[in-house]
Nanobody, 116 residues
């Protein structure tokens, strides 16, 4: 089992920055990829960014150049640095981890609100 604790959400003005964190605990030795997803009101959950255990990253086109995903394996934590935030980035942001055996765990989410 893996438990995830997200933090860092909040209210920010357009153009501002936030840094999300997601700390994993439990069977952390089995973690492979770590990702951030988001779900805006009335919309489906979408992938924001992924980072593998080797550090390979992938981003949604809508956040490329503005968001940066990183991980600290010693702390079993994944981060999402969000710069130049836009009102359309407003959503609940979820952390997801996938183990080497393919099991997926989700965090409970943290709300990011970007005001115009």
């Amino acid at each position: 089992q893996v438990q995830l604790a997200e933090s860092g959400g909040g209210l920010v003005q357009a153009g501002g920055s936030l840094r999300l964190s997601c700390a994993a605990s439990g069977s952390i030795i089995n973690i492979n990829a770590m990702s951030w997803y988001r779900q805006a009101p009335g919309k489906q959950r979408e992938l924001v960014a992924t980072i593998t255990s080797l550090g390979t990253t992938n981003y949604a086109d809508s956040v490329k150049g503005r968001f940066t995903i990183s991980r600290d394996n010693a702390k079993s934590t994944v981060y999402l640095q969000m710069n130049s935030l836009k009102p359309e980035d407003t959503a609940v942001y979820y952390c997801k981890v996938q183990t080497w055996s393919g099991v997926v765990y989700w965090g409970k989410g943290t709300l990011v609100t970007v005001s115009s």
